[in-house]
């Protein structure tokens, strides 16, 4: 069984345009690298999936993943316009091609296109969680709204030690 790390909308267009706890970032960022490095070393698949609704050339650099969280060139790139990333994309194709079963959910804005995306991946089939310490909320730059409306966070650890070894 194949995984995919899916890393929503972690750009500097959010990012640096809201007020989040720089601590909660790097940390965040660091679990995301973690998580995102074992996958990678075990044959499986990181997504970074980036909003371009109302992408210009002029503000072409913002729409730029920020720079706390590691891309490699084996890495996937989706664009969308909407906050469920399956949603008129080519995600769920690029997901089957691969053969991946499993989605990990991790990024900005856990109660927006985190969650919706989420959602979406288990609309189309695959059996998804949130990754618990990956999300960043844009209220008050913790996962409290997803925590409390949504029983789907829990620490992926134990299942990616069991996948990955």
């Not at 069984?1 to 640096?16: G, S, Y």
């Not at 909407?82 to 994309?89: M, R």
Request: a negative charge.
């Amino acid at each position: 069984m194949r995984i995919a790390l899916l890393i929503v909308d972690m750009q500097k267009k959010f990012i640096c345009n809201e007020d989040i706890d720089r601590a909660a970032l790097i940390q965040t960022s660091e679990y995301i690298n973690q998580i995102a490095d074992s996958l990678r070393a075990n044959g499986h698949y990181v997504v970074h999936i980036r909003d371009v609704e109302d992408w210009t050339e002029e503000t072409a650099d913002s729409y730029e993943m920020i720079a706390e969280v590691k891309t490699e060139e084996s890495d996937l790139h989706i664009s969308k316009l909407y906050s469920n990333a399956f949603w008129h994309t080519e995600l769920e194709l690029t997901l089957r091609e691969r053969n991946v079963q499993f989605v990990i959910v991790a990024g900005y804005a856990s109660e927006y296109s985190v969650l919706f995306t989420y959602n979406g991946a288990r609309e189309q089939g695959f059996k998804s969680v949130i990754l618990q310490d990956g999300i960043i909320c844009r209220k008050d730059n913790r996962p409290h709204y997803t925590v409390r409306e949504q029983p789907v966070i829990y620490s992926a650890k134990p299942f990616l030690a069991e996948a990955i070894g």
